[in-house]
């Protein structure tokens, strides 16, 4: 797990920062940069370290650009990007990271904004463990312990840095009256009860990827690691606090040890394929579909959390930009998940620049196919920036001539110059959603041919589903941007956002027909709308 940086860092890459370590090899060859040919995808791979970035980036057949290169259709950082870096992409092109993300991706950052959600809606938000933040709740944590000696219960806690990794600074602590009451620290109810394989404790590493925020999108890669400690696992005592290679399952951690084993399959060794795991959940008569639902649940309400977050720094960054467009943001995500006895998943942190170090050949595999599945659902084209420009210059001919915009409706107008200009602004309206619909259409159409081994987890296809998680998310801005959580719920209860396109088209079909008659023409019967000119009507005067 990578070190994370402030938000608003960029940091680029330079020969100290390559890992030392012999990366796997691959049969791959790199390309050549070769000069740039008319109608290529370019892609700015000057921010990351990592090689197997740039090789998933020659398989994609994109040209990799010289590092100045700022027009690129596609550019990569390891790290977190300046917001003004993301104010000044042009439409056409796609950046790693969301404004925002780090609001779930630092450990304090997470345990806070969790915290307040929980107090929301304590019953969904059931796989945290329970979290201190020092130094600010240092009395709360103080008093807690205080009632489990009352009670002749004792509990270990798991002390992190607040924005640490790699786990580095990390101890387990029986006795809370140690700790430092000023240290910037986070301190967690240790889950003693881990599920084992093996007798070895381990966590699962989870690739999402969230390729927009307005609408919310997000996919979860069905293959991922399993990361296994290297010293059999025995629940904490006084005399085996100090055992981490026992306790903690960051990789980071545990190839210091001669115990880890390194291996070339996926099932042996400390470190496996959960392609692989889910195959030994089923060999062992455990439920693999409840596995995935419930992991699924978890990632989809964290994300939930990051949302107002996440929507409202994209919304700043880039402002004017109708809600359904293009995303210039995407991200790629590690979920680091740990399973209890009960298999019940519990979050233990989010990474927002995973590590794609390719060690061991199951590290290539699965990275591998992480990024390569992901760039292709991103469908980025060749004439993208063509089209956008294209389109700057057809909206800025507009903008000087005037065309096609709705006249301003004067003072004192008439009863039928008001209801022209209110069918007007009917038809601009539905033309704008119709745009958007066909637009998601052929964006789905798209990721479902191109899915690979990503799972579509947001919008989920269950209705009843997707209504918890909006409600979810309605909670999530009252809590987080109360401000702007009615204009939220005003967008997200807008009846034309349900619509199919066939419903619009009959709306449209209507407000023509309407139109004909204000303007004294006959009109032919165009088929049973029975009462449509009063429900459009109704329609637009609730929104």
């Known amino acids: 797990m990578p070190s994370l940086p402030q938000e608003g860092v960029i940091q680029g890459s330079s020969p100290l920062d390559l890992n030392t370590e012999l990366p796997y090899q691959s049969t791959m060859k790199r390309k050549v940069r070769k000069k740039k040919k008319k109608g290529t995808i370019t892609a700015n791979v000057a921010g990351t370290k990592f090689e197997i970035v740039r090789l998933v980036i020659d398989e994609m057949g994109f040209m990799k650009t010289p590092d100045e290169d700022e027009t ?127 007798g070895y404790k381990f966590d699962l590493r989870i690739y999402i990827l969230v390729t927009s925020c307005d609408p919310l999108k997000i996919f979860l890669y069905h293959d991922g690691l399993v990361r296994m400690g290297t010293e059999k696992y025995i629940p904490p005592n006084e005399s085996n606090l100090t055992q981490l290679y026992m306790h903690l399952t960051n990789y980071s951690v545990n190839k210091h040890n001669e115990h880890f084993e390194r291996d070339e399959t996926e099932n042996k060794g400390s470190k496996r394929s959960i392609k692989w795991f889910t195959e030994f959940l089923q060999a062992n008569q455990h439920d693999v579909a409840k596995f995935w639902s419930d992991i699924s649940e978890l990632v989809v309400k964290t994300l939930i959390v990051a949302e107002p977050h996440v929507l409202h720094a994209y919304r700043m960054c880039r402002p004017g930009q109708p809600p359904g467009s293009e995303s210039v943001c995407f991200e790629v995500l590690g979920f680091d998940i740990l399973l209890d006895r009960k298999l019940k998943p519990w979050l233990l942190e989010i990474n927002r620049a995973p590590s794609f170090g390719t060690d061991q050949k199951i590290d290539y595999d699965v990275k591998r196919g992480v990024l390569l599945n992901a760039l292709k659902l991103l469908n980025i084209r060749t004439s993208d920036k063509r089209r956008n420009l294209a389109k700057q210059k057809a909206e800025a001919q507009r903008r000087l001539y005037g065309q096609n915009s709705i006249k301003r409706l004067l003072p004192g107008s008439s009863d039928w110059e008001q209801q022209r200009h209110q069918l007007e602004r009917r038809k601009e309206e539905l033309k704008e959603r119709l745009a958007q619909v066909r637009k998601q259409i052929s964006r789905e159409e798209h990721e479902n041919r191109h899915m690979g081994n990503y799972r579509r987890i947001y919008p989920p296809e269950d209705k009843a589903l997707l209504e918890k998680y909006e409600n979810l998310l309605a909670v999530a801005f009252q809590t987080f941007l109360s401000g702007r959580a009615a204009s939220f719920q005003r967008e997200l209860n807008n009846p034309l956002k349900r619509m199919k396109e066939e419903d619009i088209l009959d709306l449209l079909e209507q407000c023509e027909i309407d139109d004909e008659k204000l303007m004294g023409k006959t009109t032919k019967a165009r088929g049973p709308k029975g009462q449509i000119t009063h429900y459009v009507v109704r329609l637009f005067k609730k929104t």
């Open 72 to 198: 690129s259709n596609l550019i990569w950082y390891d790290s977190a990007v300046q917001q003004e870096k993301i104010s000044e992409l042009q439409n056409y092109q796609r950046i790693n990271h969301f404004p925002g993300m780090g609001e779930i991706c630092r450990k304090d950052f997470l345990a806070r904004n969790m915290t307040k959600m929980i107090k929301s809606r304590p019953l969904d938000y059931t796989f945290v463990p329970r979290t201190w933040i020092f130094p600010a709740e240092y009395t709360q944590f103080q008093n807690y312990v205080k009632e489990l000696k009352k009670k002749r219960k004792q509990k270990t806690f798991i002390v992190k840095p607040a924005n640490g990794a790699m786990g580095h600074g990390i101890s387990l602590i029986r006795n809370g009256d140690k700790l430092p009451s000023q240290d910037h620290l986070i301190v967690q109810e240790y889950i003693e009860k881990p599920f084992l394989m093996e």
